[in-house]
């Protein structure tokens, strides 16, 4: 494979590889993985931690190295359109460095005991983070496609695994909706690419500048479609009914995971809304559906976690919110909206992910019945770990204190509370609403933010105050090192991203300006920009 990029064409060092690595290295591993015994827990997870240790090492990198411009990869040499090219940009290296540490720290939390749970785990996780990482790095809807059927196989096992038969319904309902997605998104990709001849972002970015007579409606059709089965994985409202039940039917480490799947979704509407409906004939293309969906999703989602009886379920529909958040301020048509948006998007959904592990800790053991209750078969059991199989944990001394935290800074992140960078997210949006005139859609996002603020705030602190506070005869809650490092880790980047909100809201900023510019983009992909000119 030769790979070029944009800052340096003719470079072959190695570091040009850095962008095929997140999409090479885990679907490596994971084959290894499928072909070790199920005993092998200790070397699985070796293999699987220093997997992720380097997809979100490789990440962190990119993220310094497109600063300046793009890197493209073309796969075996072969030019845009024609071939297969990865592109790493602003956008899809920050989803991959927020991936890589909500991955990071659920395989961390998984080896307390939900790595044993059932076989293929590690295998299933690995390829979970590979469809996620190649669906931010693709540069076509064909392969946009096969990434996302890999993520979602991979997510069916997740979902399922552990046995029960709560998760068992939640997961067959799960695999039934995305199945049903995917039959829109190849829909929509056939309409596309029978209009337009080419599935590739950046050449699809040229030709929807000046389209064929009678082409433009089916495209814009093709393209409606395909925004619906995004819409259905990103769990807007009213396509996202089936979230909170599948979040909180899957084992606390795969709903931490999971979160970053409906940001996938996110990513694509984002990404495809900015780059060929940005200008052109085409501008502002189904801006006022983006915006409904999203204000309904916020307004569903609060309506949801106001009614939770427990943190499980409050975090899925907290999911919901951050989805609805992003959509809504994409369909104001501000920049500075949209850029607090992404900052926020960063926060709560690390802070999701660690509301999902917070209350496994803190729910497990009060219902034998409850569907996060692992069953162990022999052959899964570690033959070096002595303890009990459904030993839960032994108490450290800084548990309960680490927990009471927990739940306190996801409370004030996901409401948007001072001083974490949920406020720090939303006073940018109402900044970059505010900074040009304030038209109704405007007013509609201020309002639903302010309204999910509170929202999210009461229904939190209550579940918080019953789990931690109020008398019970149940035992204390207890956790292993490995949850409480990988608590600890979602905790620390939460509190990283308020201390330095400064240069990430920059960085946010900086990233909305070059998706605002798609002919930089095209460039980067194909080269010379033609506007208007087919081949």
């Known amino acids: 494979m030769n790979p070029s990029a944009l ?82 940009d602003r956008l899809s290296a920050l989803m991959l460095a927020l991936a890589g540490m909500l991955g990071l720290c659920a395989l961390v939390f998984s080896f307390a005991r939900w790595g044993q749970a059932g076989p293929r785990f590690h295998g299933l996780f690995l390829l979970l983070l590979m469809g ?45 909706v995305n199945l049903v997605a995917s039959l829109f998104f190849l ?18 970015a040229r030709r929807v500048a000046a389209p064929a007579s009678g082409e433009q409606a089916l495209f814009e059709v093709g393209c409606a479609v395909l925004g619906l089965a995004f819409l259905i994985k990103c769990s807007a409202w009213p396509l996202g009914f089936w979230l909170p039940t599948t979040y909180a039917a899957a084992s606390a480490p795969a709903a931490a995971v999971l979160a970053i799947l409906s940001k996938v979704g996110i990513y694509v509407v984002v990404r495809l809304s900015l780059l060929l409906f940005g200008a052109g004939s085409s501008a502002g293309f189904g801006q006022t559906w983006i915006l409904a969906a999203g204000l309904a999703t916020m307004a569903y989602g609060t309506i949801g976690i106001l009614a939770a009886r427990d943190l499980t379920r409050a975090a899925g529909y907290a999911v919901m919110i951050s989805s609805g958040t992003l959509l809504a301020a994409l369909g104001t048509g501000s920049g500075g909206a949209l850029a607090g948006a992404l900052y926020y998007l960063l926060g709560s959904t690390l802070a999701a992910g660690a509301l999902f592990l917070l209350a496994e800790i803190l729910q497990r053991g009060r219902d034998p019945a409850r569907a996060d209750q692992p069953v162990f078969a022999d052959e899964y059991r570690d033959p070096f770990d002595d303890a009990d199989a459904t030993e839960i944990g032994r108490a450290l001394p800084a548990a309960v204190a680490l927990l009471g935290i927990g739940v306190l800074l996801c409370t004030l992140m996901l409401a948007g509370i001072p001083p974490l960078a949920g406020f720090v997210g939303k006073l940018a949006m109402f900044t970059g609403l505010a900074a040009g005139p304030i038209t109704a859609p405007a007013w509609w996002l201020i309002a639903a933010l302010t309204l999910s603020s509170f929202g999210t705030l009461m229904p939190l602190v209550r579940l918080g105050i019953r789990n931690l506070w109020v008398p019970s005869d149940d035992p204390p809650p207890v956790l292993r090192p490995t949850e409480f490092a990988a608590l600890a880790g979602l905790l620390a980047a939460c509190l990283a991203l308020a201390l330095w909100g400064g240069p990430a809201l920059a960085y946010a900023d900086a990233t909305v300006r070059w998706l605002a510019q798609p002919q930089d983009y095209v460039r980067a992909v194909l080269g010379t920009v033609q506007e208007g000119v087919r081949p």
């Open 7 to 88: 800052s340096a064409p003719a470079a072959s060092a190695w570091s040009d590889h850095l962008v095929v690595l997140p999409v090479v290295l885990p679907i490596a591993v994971a084959g290894v993985m499928f072909l070790l015994d199920e005993r092998r827990h200790r070397l699985k997870a070796a293999l699987s931690l220093a997997t992720v240790l380097a997809l979100l090492a490789v990440a962190l990198v990119l993220v310094g190295r497109v600063d300046a411009a793009a890197q493209v990869y073309r796969l075996g040499n072969w030019a845009a359109p024609y071939g297969i090219v990865l592109v790493a």
């Open 132 to 176: 996620v990482n190649g669906a931010f790095l693709t540069g076509d809807l064909f392969n946009l496609f096969v990434f996302f059927e890999v993520m979602l196989a991979a997510s069916y096992g997740l979902v399922l695994h552990g046995s029960g038969e709560v998760r068992i319904r939640a997961g067959l309902g799960y695999i039934a």
């Open 187 to 204: 829909v929509g990709v056939s309409l596309i690419y029978g209009t337009m001849g080419t599935l590739n972002m950046a050449d699809l």
